[in-house]
T-cell receptor
Framework: KNEVEQSPQNLTAQEGEFITINCSYS?????LHWLQQHPGGGIVSLFM???GKKKHGRLIATINIQEKHSSLHITASHPRDSAVYIC???????????????FGKGTLLTVNP | DGGITQSPKYLFRKEGQNVTLSCEQN?????MYWYRQDPGQGLRLIYY???????QKGDIAEGYSVSREKKESFPLTVTSAQKNPTAFYLC?????????????FGSGTRLTVV
């Protein structure tokens, strides 16, 4: 079982819809990241969370440390939001640094006009 | 503007040849990473470096080598020992520290073995 699981794998929405992508993890973490990968391949960091909630424009990220779960919400979705959204975590473990990332497989979002 | 530059964007290699992928950053980040991405899989760590002249193997280091002679540069060599080298390779950097703040990714190199 992967340490970071995302759902759904694929998501198709109509422009204007509210979108939620989920991420569950099974390890202790110091931080969780949401990343965006466009078709060209480059990755952009959207959020880094260790608790609570963050908002940037139409994007909202939340994390529940007790439940080991995070969600990424997109309000008023637009075709330009179409991308792969990736959840990643900094694992905590003894004897080593924890700034390496462990990644989920990503969620492919397609927003149709 | 600060960022990470990966080159080339597309690379073709014949079987049995070594090839080196370039990664340069001007963010003054201490840590640099190489990840491999295959269809349907999450990114996997190949090598990482926390400081100049030091680097550690990641989860899938076999068939790869790296060097960190300068803070700004972390080239990855895909050797002929790598059995399935066709993939998308991403370089990243961050400030060292307990939370890996400020991750920045490059635009990637797509390697195809022909």
């Amino acid at each position: 079982k992967n340490e970071v699981e995302q759902s759904p794998q694929n998501l198709t929405a109509q422009e204007g819809e509210f979108i939620t992508i989920n991420c569950s993890y099974s390890v202790g973490i110091s931080a969780l990241h949401w990343l965006q990968q466009h078709p060209g391949g480059g990755i952009v960091s959207l959020f880094m969370l260790s608790s609570g909630k963050k908002k940037h424009g139409r994007l909202i990220a939340t994390i529940n440390i007790q439940e080991k779960h995070s969600s990424l919400h997109i309000t008023a979705s637009h075709p330009r939001d179409s991308a792969v959204y990736i959840c990643a975590v900094n694992k905590v473990y003894s004897g080593g640094s924890n700034y390496k990332l462990t990644f989920g497989k990503g969620t492919l979002l397609t927003v149709n006009p | 503007d600060g960022g990470i530059t990966q080159s080339p964007k597309y690379l073709f290699r014949k079987e049995g040849q070594n090839v080196t992928l370039s990664c340069e950053q001007n963010l003054n980040h201490d840590a640099m990473y190489w990840y491999r991405q295959d269809p349907g899989q999450g990114l996997r760590l190949i090598y990482y470096s926390q400081i100049v002249n030091d680097f550690q193997k990641g989860d899938i280091a076999e068939g790869y080598s790296v060097s960190r002679e300068k803070k700004e540069s972390f080239p990855l060599t895909v050797t002929s020992a790598q059995k399935n080298p066709t993939a998308f390779y991403l370089c990243a950097s961050s400030m060292a520290g307990t939370h890996g703040r400020g991750y920045t990714f490059g635009s990637g190199t797509r390697l195809t073995v022909v």
